[in-house]
């Protein structure tokens, strides 16, 4: 096993439809304004920009971001990302009732110094990290979206960590 792989896999029920989850979604240079742990979002261009994340780890994660496909109709927001971490991450969206089902996905490498040569025993805590920045990001992104939607609904809670 290579222990600076991981597979992350999350699954947020929002009450807002796809169309207007994927509107907020798609512009990522907004996320710092809705999810605390996305500190920095820089465009470079129309498909390319650089993102600074930090958790409770007091650590900071630079990554230049990619979007490798872009399908409002079929939901699906897909990005390659070099840097401290490299791989892919990707939004798949689809209708639950009046909601969204939001499934995300992401499989890196880390390959900052510091982080491989703490991958065995700090691997719980970077997988703990990344669950905190998550939550935090689904509690923010609901948020968003009721004051986008110009309404006071609520997520349904579901487990967002299955595959962790």
């Not at 996320?31 to 470079?44: F, G, I, N």
């Not at 939004?91 to 491989?116: C, D, F, I, K, N």
Request: hydrophobic share 40%.
């Amino acid at each position: 096993m290579d222990w600076s792989r991981y597979r992350f896999r999350s699954v947020w029920q929002l009450a807002a439809p796809p169309a207007a989850v994927y509107a907020v979604l798609e512009r990522g240079e907004d996320y710092p304004q809705w999810w605390p742990q996305v500190r920095e979002v820089v465009p470079v261009d129309d498909r390319t920009g650089t993102a600074r994340f930090r958790s409770f780890l007091p650590y900071d994660l630079l990554v230049t971001v990619e979007t490798r496909r872009s399908d409002p109709v079929a939901g699906v927001l897909e990005a390659s990302l070099r840097g401290d971490l490299e791989g892919w991450a990707r939004w798949t969206l689809t209708p639950r009732g009046t909601g969204t089902h939001a499934l995300y996905e992401q499989e890196v490498e880390v390959t900052s110094p510091l982080m491989r040569r703490l991958a065995i025993p700090g691997r719980p805590v970077f997988r703990a990290n990344h669950a905190l920045m998550m939550r935090a990001g689904r509690r923010g992104l609901a948020a968003r979206l009721g004051r986008f939607e110009g309404s006071p609904r609520k997520p349904v809670w579901f487990n967002p960590f299955p595959g962790d």
